[in-house]
Structures are given as C-alpha cells and as structure tokens.
C-alpha cells in the first residue's frame, strides 16, 4: 500500500522549498545589484561622510565626478570597489533574509494559493521583510562604511591617501576589540531601522504598482524582461527617495569617532547637519545613490524574478 503524507506535512514541505527558492533567487539578485552598484555606493558615502570644511575652505569633493577622479587617482579603479568583500561575503545572507521573509509574510496574507497580494499586502510584506534584514545591513554596513570613508576622512600626506583599516575583517576586530565588543558592531542599528523599514515599504509596493500596471491587472506572470527592468529600477529609486536623508545620518553615525565621538545619536546628527550644511547636507551623495539605485535594484529584481521563475 502507497503511504500518502498528511496534508499538513505537504504544506510544510511546499513551504521549505519556496523558502529555498527565495534564498537561492534572492541570492543572485543580491550578487547582481552589488556589482552593477558598488562603485556608485562608494562615491556616495565618501560624499556623505567628508568632513565639514573650515570657513572659506573648499569641500575635500566638489561633487560626485570629482570624487570618482580623487578617488581613482589615490587608490586607482579597485578604490571605487573598496569595502564591496563585507557585503559580498553576506549578499547571500541579506538578499536571503529579504526576499524568503517577504515571501512567508506573502504566504500569510495571501487569501487562497495563487492569488496575487494587493500592493498595500506588498507594503506590509516590503516594511516586515525590512526589520529582519535591519539587524544584518547593519554591521555590514558599518564596515563597509568605514572602508569606504576612510580616505575622504584621512588627512592627505606625501605617501598618499592614510589607510586605517586594512579590510573588512580589520574592521571587526577594531570595533570587537576596541568600540564596545559586538554591541559597537551595531552602532547606527536605530537610522538602518528607519531606513530599511518604510524603504523596503516603499520599494516593493511601488514594485507590485508598477508591475501591475504594465500587465494591465494582477496577473504578472507574463511580464517581458524589460518592463520587469524598470519596475524594478524605479522601485529602488523610490526606496532612496523615500528615506535618503536617513542614510546620510546613518552613514555619518557609523564613521563618527568612537572615543571622541561628535553626535551623541540620531537626532543629535540631524540636527548638526542641518544646522551646519542645510537641507542640501542630508541629500550628499544623492546623485550616485539615484544613479546607482536604476540600474542596481533593476539588475536585482530581473535577476531574482528569472532565478525564481526557472525554480519553479
């Protein structure tokens, strides 16, 4: 006699597969973002995070190609891929963490099998997926941070641009041994927080509007690769747009001196940098990050759509 499974051990069973086919699919979104978009990332945080000048002195960058120039003469081409090993070596993790999440709260929302989720369903999926990958993103970030920033924060000398950190794993052992052990790998936890949670809320509704609007309903199983591209490209911009000056706090957090620290938490960093530089402060660093976000989050979205599809 043929043994049939319990109804409740086929479920189980359908619901680790779609766990692994999000993880594998998010996985080659995640690897294909990184690399259309690391150079981008890195110009935009070394604007970000460049000291203030001194009165009548000029910015250490002018703007986002006198970075890139700086930038390749100091370091040279591998310089605008500086700090991409931290979050290479957990792309697999974050993109995993992101995608199977929104995937299982897809899976609760949904009413019957099947039956594609609303874009508000799509929000609240996009901001909890957002507070689980919250607490990976940060640590990553920070170390990529602090590779990224530290030429533009380094004074210049005759040997050229001072290097601090020798890599990703130099990071964390500075930080372990000498900020606050694993605790200080998470400075910065509350700005990511409030910029993956409505940023993610933001990005994947604008993901299912868009898809549905090219479909012209709520079935986009047939979507051409092209129109998968752009929303997906406009979905990331619209994730930067949303939370851009959240960034910047958290960038500037992260890369702030630990025993002489010049913000005492998120607020007070805002309101230094809007005191200091303005409103245009909090947008430093705008132009690669939208630049970079079209053609990244575009790449991640195709990528992770066909890996998913092909899965099955």
Not at 90 to 99: E, G
Not at 105 to 127: D, W
Not at 186 to 191: C, R
């Amino acid at each position: 006699m043929r043994w049939i499974q319990p109804n409740w051990v086929v479920e189980k069973n359908q619901r680790m597969g779609d766990v692994a086919k999000d993880l594998t699919a998010g996985t080659v979104g995640g690897a294909s973002q990184l690399i259309c978009g690391h150079p981008f990332d890195t110009i935009k945080v070394k604007l970000q995070s460049q000291p203030v000048p001194l009165p009548g002195q000029p910015p250490k960058f002018s703007g986002a190609m006198d970075a890139v120039k700086q930038t390749i003469a100091a370091e040279g081409p591998r310089g605008l891929y500086k700090g991409m090993g931290a979050p290479l070596a957990t792309v697999a993790a974050f993109n995993a963490v992101l995608f199977s999440v929104r995937g299982q709260l897809e899976g609760q929302l949904r009413s019957q099998p099947g039956v594609p989720l609303t874009v508000n369903q799509q929000v609240v999926c996009g901001a909890g997926a957002g507070i689980a990958v919250s607490f990976l993103a940060c640590p990553t970030e920070l170390i990529k941070c602090r590779l990224q920033a530290q030429s533009a924060l380094g004074q210049s000398s005759s040997a050229g641009v001072t290097v601090k950190y020798g890599g990703p794993m130099d990071v964390a052992r500075h930080v372990l041994k000498s900020e606050g052990g694993t605790r200080g790998l998470f400075k910065g936890l509350v700005p990511t927080l409030a910029r993956e949670v409505p940023g993610n809320a933001a990005m994947f509704g604008v993901y299912e509007l868009l898809k549905q609007q090219f479909a012209g309903g709520t079935d986009t199983s047939n979507l051409g690769r092209g129109s998968l591209i752009v929303a997906g490209g406009l979905a990331g911009a619209t994730f930067w747009f949303s939370v851009y000056p959240t960034d910047v706090v958290k960038s500037v957090i992260q890369v702030d001196d630990y025993k002489n620290p010049k913000y005492s938490g998120s607020i007070d960093a805002f309101r230094k940098i809007l005191a200091a530089e303005g409103v245009k402060g909090l947008y430093k660093g705008f132009g690669p990050a939208m630049a970079r976000s079209i053609p990244a989050n575009g790449a991640c979205f195709l990528a992770y759509e066909i890996t998913r599809s092909s899965l099955g």
